[in-house]
Nanobody, 123 residues
């Protein structure tokens, strides 16, 4: 029903920036929810931020407030995560996810997942 394709991960030094993209396809609607999660080695998956296509993003994970920004392009059915002033503790696999209307910080609420993209921050 919904397919998600992520891109934009890679290597960065502390203080650098990356922008992640997630393109959605299939049958999508304005009430659908898109979210960003991340998972570091040996740790649980962590909610970062989410939004409806028709609304504003939720509050951000405390550790990324002021550094990360979620945006969307409804015409392209693409959401973005702009990551500035990166820190080594941001190193993780980043996932986008979707569901059909439940705005939630729980990974179990999301039915559709991208493949994940690795972000590695050095020094």
């Amino acid at each position: 029903q919904v397919q998600l394709v992520e891109s934009g991960g890679g290597l960065a030094q502390a203080g650098g920036s990356l922008r992640l993209s997630c393109a959605a396809s299939g049958r999508t609607f304005s009430n659908d929810v898109m979210g960003w999660f991340r998972q570091a080695p040996g740790k649980e998956r962590e909610f970062v931020v989410a939004t409806r296509w028709s609304g504003e993003p939720t509050p951000y994970l405390d550790s990324v407030k002021g550094r990360f920004t979620m945006s969307r392009d409804n015409a392209k059915k693409t959401v973005y995560l702009q990551m500035n002033n990166l820190k080594p503790e941001d190193t993780a696999v980043y996932f986008c996810a979707a569901n059909k209307g439940l705005l939630s910080a729980s990974s179990s609420a999301y039915n559709y997942w991208g493949q994940g993209t690795q972000v590695t921050v050095s020094s």
